[in-house]
């Protein structure tokens, strides 16, 4: 099984990213759904709103988000489905945030 990849959706895609699916809730700002050319929009596999909220711009709380996210996932069919397809084909998380060491594909990637 090939490791997923991390990448911001505003980054540029490139040939070997593989099946790009973002990971996030809600649609970048200011990005068309064209120059993103993502494969696969897995909002069900984002964390919830309440959870996203709580975690906006307080890193200090990365652990207590993490944990809480991985609870939200227990059970979740988008992440079976995510985990099938890492399975078969190298996956490129799509993510929107800056901060690229903490945010949910982090802890997507360490599941998968």
């Given at each position: 099984?090939p490791t997923?990849?991390?990448?911001r959706?505003?980054?540029?895609p490139?040939?070997?990213?593989g099946?790009r699916?973002?990971v996030?809730?809600?649609w970048?700002?200011?990005?068309s759904?064209?120059?993103?050319?993502?494969?696969?929009?897995?909002?069900?596999?984002?964390?919830s709103?309440?959870?996203r909220?709580?975690?906006?711009a307080?890193p200090?709380?990365?652990?207590?988000?993490r944990?809480?996210?991985?609870?939200?996932?227990e059970?979740?069919?988008?992440?079976?489905e995510?985990r099938?397809?890492?399975?078969?084909?190298?996956v490129?998380?799509l993510f929107?945030?800056?901060?690229?060491a903490?945010?949910?594909?982090?802890v997507?990637?360490?599941?998968l």
């Amino acid at each position: 099984m090939p490791t997923p990849r991390l990448k911001r959706v505003y980054d540029a895609p490139a040939e070997d990213d593989g099946l790009r699916v973002l990971v996030d809730r809600l649609w970048p700002r200011g990005l068309s759904k064209d120059k993103a050319k993502v494969d696969l929009w897995l909002k069900d596999v984002a964390p919830s709103d309440a959870l996203r909220r709580e975690f906006h711009a307080r890193p200090e709380r990365w652990e207590a988000f993490r944990a809480a996210y991985r609870d939200e996932l227990e059970g979740n069919p988008a992440l079976d489905e995510l985990r099938e397809l890492a399975a078969k084909q190298r996956v490129t998380l799509l993510f929107g945030a800056r901060d690229e060491a903490h945010n949910n594909a982090v802890v997507l990637k360490d599941l998968l």
